[in-house]
């Protein structure tokens, strides 16, 4: 299979280096000073991360989940056994409605003054103590029920089928997976120079999430004379996971020289960072870049075999090859 891939590739680009140039727009390398990008080490955990607990006691009667489940915000997760209590809210059930039919009732007596002031307000207690009585049973039933509170995924059981929870016992972990927050220890250097709010591209096992930095933390570690700072990221549809290793690159507040390229000129191509310039034969050539900084619409990249004034292709760069001829549209 791979063979055949090669195969197709290297006809590819011998057929497109036979036929026609390909139509490109260059711009001319520049050199400028920017501030170079330093890479950072830091930690993913999901931004709410909730154990949740029995509130009433009571034998365990459903478990409605498995490790690992995607479960909806309200659903039912564990049941525990109410049978007495649904007897008890039935029984005042029955009470409050009947209350409320003599309330009705003396209502209507009052009106016609066939029941005094007293006997038409001791109805009334009756009728709102039977309702309270049945709004507080209810609320009992309701908390025998342990409901996700909101979109996440199970990851860990905490009980079995049958066995007696009291109140507070732990029963599941349950996180959102959809939004991160994403920790890096910088220098103060680095710390002084950051925005809050600015976006920023974080590398999280090969996902890119967009992290906002939400807040810089000024309370540094004594020993290393760094100071935390916070990103939260939308990290839903990714597979990302809790205490996963996340990397980002910051600007320093030193000033290097780099040459200055448009955002377009640079592009992925075999797992790494190309431009591709034209060379006097009017062929393409890439060459592999680092990235120093981002600027806007522009990035600042060093490698070898750039030179201030060569022509480095800004549009059309995803349909050429290494050697491909060109035609440059745009000069």
Same mark, same amino acid.
């Given at each position: ?33 920017v ?11 999901? *931004?709410?991360? @909730? !154990?949740? /607990?029995a509130? $009433?006691?009571? #034998?365990v ?8 489940? %995607? ?9 525990i ?60 039933? *309701?908390?025998? @029920? !342990?409901? /996700?509170?909101? $979109?996440?995924? #199970? ?9 007696? %929870? ?41 996902n ?7 807040g ?21 549809k ?7 290793e996340?990397?980002?690159s ?8 780099a ?73």
């Amino acid at each position: 299979m791979f063979k055949k891939f090669l195969v197709v590739v290297l006809s590819a680009i011998a057929l497109n280096a036979a036929g026609a140039p390909s139509l490109v727009e260059t711009t001319k390398l520049v050199k400028g000073e920017v501030n170079p990008l330093q890479e950072f080490v830091g930690t993913l955990k999901f *931004d709410r991360n @909730s !154990i949740l /607990a029995a509130q $009433n006691s009571g #034998v365990v009667k459903n478990i409605n989940f498995e490790v690992g489940d %995607v479960v909806k915000k309200g659903q039912n997760l564990v049941q525990i056994d109410a049978d007495l209590l649904n007897a008890q809210v039935n029984s005042a059930r029955a009470n409050a409605a009947s209350a409320k039919k003599d309330y009705e009732r003396y209502s209507k007596l009052l009106e016609s003054k066939s029941v005094s002031q007293k006997q038409y307000d001791d109805m009334k207690l009756k009728f709102v103590t039977a309702q309270s009585a049945l709004e507080e049973l209810e609320i009992q039933k *309701d908390k025998k @029920s !342990i409901r /996700a509170p909101y $979109n996440g995924i #199970v990851v860990e059981k905490k009980i079995n089928l049958g066995e007696w %929870v009291n109140a507070g016992t732990a029963l599941v972990t349950l996180v959102d997976t959809s939004n991160a927050e994403i920790t890096f220890n910088v220098p103060l250097n680095i710390y002084n120079g950051l925005k809050k709010g600015d976006i920023y591209e974080i590398n999280v096992g090969g996902n890119i999430l967009k992290g906002k930095l939400s807040g810089a933390i000024p309370s540094g570690d004594k020993l290393t004379r760094t100071f935390p700072i916070k990103f939260k990221a939308n990290s839903d549809k990714k597979f990302v996971f809790d205490g996963q290793e996340a990397k980002v690159s910051l600007s320093k507040n030193a000033k290097q020289e780099a040459l200055i390229v448009p955002r377009d000129s640079v592009i992925k191509r075999f797992g790494q960072n190309v431009v591709f310039i034209i060379d006097e034969k009017m062929s393409a050539m890439m060459i592999p870049v680092q990235i120093i900084a981002y600027l806007d619409d522009k990035i600042a990249i060093q490698a070898q075999g750039l030179a201030v004034g060569q022509d480095v292709v800004s549009k059309g760069n995803e349909r050429i090859f290494p050697n491909s001829p060109v035609k440059i549209i745009n000069k």
